[in-house]
């Protein structure tokens, strides 16, 4: 009996693991960095050209059950590597945006090496810039920092310049919430569980172009 709940215990864990969400928690978890992200539908058309014409690169299907399939690269698709971001419950799924047009969003796979990128319509795919980004999705269900930041990240400054004052650190956030986007600086009230409340601007995105911190979806 109990061989049997031990069997039964690491079949239900290993579901649950297979479904889970795909969330970026290190500096490196995300391989690809852009203008922003664009939240894509299934099923994501990728072209060599931002037109309809354009010859067809990949054709991305996937649902919010913790299943994606690609028709041309079968074997670069498991989902930490299409998605920079995946949430079942939200059904958000995100992909770093390279590049814009009127109608287009030029998108890539979270790969390291050679990554599978196109165009995809914006009629059905919305793009965000960072300040949307943090802006919309930021409002709606917060911010949470990575796990192997410096003290230096996490100072939070009276203005978005780091000479200006700082107004203290993030150390134990319980919450973190997001006023205003300016640049690469969000101003944020931060939530402690010492239930304290820090207001400041933090640093969201490095000089090499990674952020420090992401939507908590």
């Known amino acids: 009996m109990k061989k049997f709940l031990l069997i039964a215990f690491i079949f239900i864990n290993i579901c649950l693991w297979t479904k889970a969400d795909v969330l970026p928690y290190y500096i490196n978890s ?3 960095y852009g203008i922003g992200y664009t939240n894509i539908q299934s099923p994501l058309i990728m072209r060599q050209t931002p037109d309809k014409g354009g010859k067809i690169m990949e054709t991305v299907n996937f649902d919010f059950k913790g299943n994606v399939s690609c028709l041309v690269n079968k074997n670069r698709c498991p989902i930490e590597e299409v998605f920079s971001a995946y949430s079942i419950n939200n059904k958000i799924a995100l992909m770093t945006t390279l590049d814009e047009t009127k109608d287009w969003s ?5 790969q390291g090496e050679n990554p599978v990128c196109g165009w995809v319509e914006e009629r059905a795919n919305k793009f965000y810039n960072w300040s949307e980004f943090f802006d919309v999705f930021g409002k ?3 911010l949470y920092l990575y796990k192997d930041l410096q003290k230096t990240d996490k100072i939070l400054y009276a203005a978005p310049v780091k000479q200006s004052n700082t107004t203290g650190s993030i150390e134990l956030p ?3 919430v ?6 690469n600086w969000v101003l944020v009230k931060v939530y402690d569980f010492n239930n304290q409340i820090k207001t400041g601007w933090i640093n969201f995105r490095g000089d090499n172009g990674k952020l420090k911190l ?3 979806f």
Not at 178 to 183: A, N, Q
């Open 106 to 110: 030029l998108v890539c796979f979270n």
């Open 30 to 32: 995300l391989r690809r």
């Open 174 to 176: 319980r919450k973190i």
């Open 178 to 183: 997001p006023w205003l986007v300016r640049g």
């Open 140 to 142: 709606k269900y917060g």
């Open 214 to 216: 992401f939507v908590k």
